[in-house]
Antibody, heavy 121, light 107 residues
Framework: QVQLQQSGPGLVKPSQTLSVTCAISGDSVSSNSASWNWIRQSPSRGLEWLGK?????????EYAPSVKSRLTLNPDTSKNQLSLQLDFATDEDTAVYYCVRLTGEGILDLWGQGTQVTVSS | DIQMTQSPSSLSASVGDRVTITCRASQSVGNHLNWFQQKPGKAPGLLIY???TLESGVPSRFSGSGSGTDFTLTISSLQVEDFGTYFC?????????FGQGTKVESK
């Protein structure tokens, strides 16, 4: 079955880069029907969509306006994974980060286990 | 962005109770409305998609209804395993926004 396995450091210092990786098994990061999304959850902001990557003859990457200037999503077809990098982290970026598959019907049907990231000195 | 507003934000109920949660969108989302259940320390899990279609394995005591801007999640007879937090989410227009959640607790 399809699984999303996340990894990344749980503690990041302010102003540094927050990184989380999502390894995909049972599906392909370059699927021509699904997209691969990052969503974070915090008590103050709730569930917040950050961005997505998908392949339709070429790569498309979309970012939420709130993080667009700081966020980079990088699909890696050789490792079948998607990474998230959020630059200049602040305490407002403290959250649980989820990798999520979005089907062609617009359904967030599969979630990674979540990665708690705390931004603190 | 489309704003999703759930009510109530929390409720207390007993096993066997009928539970209803509502979700209102700031503009029409058509039938692109989904519901998720979350347990503490776990990722949200898909419960219902496209307003009323139960995800595989979800018990039939769960049901969804509505269209346009107003939607409802109903649990016909609450079970112990149903306690948790429920979120609505629209996938009509990006960004795909979520409601703030409804926490269902034991009375």
């Amino acid at each position: 079955q399809v699984q999303l396995q996340q990894s990344g450091p749980g503690l990041v210092k302010p102003s540094q880069t927050l990184s989380v990786t999502c390894a995909i098994s049972g599906d392909s990061v370059s699927s021509n029907s699904a997209s691969w999304n990052w969503i974070r959850q915090s008590p103050s902001r709730g569930l917040e969509w950050l961005g997505k990557a998908y392949y339709r003859s070429k790569w498309y990457i979309e970012y939420a306006p709130s993080v667009k200037s700081r966020l980079t999503l990088n699909p890696d077809t050789s490792k079948n994974q998607l990474s998230l990098q959020l630059d200049f982290a602040t305490d407002e970026d403290t959250a649980v980060y989820y990798c999520v598959r979005l089907t062609g019907e617009g359904i967030l049907d599969l979630w990674g286990q979540g990665t708690q990231v705390t931004v603190s000195s | 962005d489309i704003q999703m507003t759930q009510s109530p934000s929390s409720l207390s109920a007993s096993v066997g109770d009928r539970v209803t949660i509502t979700c209102r969108a700031s503009q029409s989302v058509g039938n692109h409305l989904n519901w998720f259940q979350q347990k503490p320390g776990k990722a949200p899990g898909l419960l219902i998609y496209l307003v009323s279609t139960l995800e595989s394995g979800v018990p039939s005591r769960f049901s969804g209804s509505g269209s346009g801007t107003d939607f409802t999640l109903t649990i016909s007879s609450l079970q112990v395993e149903d306690f948790g937090t429920y979120f609505c989410q629209q996938s009509h227009i990006a960004p795909h926004t979520f409601g703030q959640g409804t926490k269902v607790e034991s009375k």
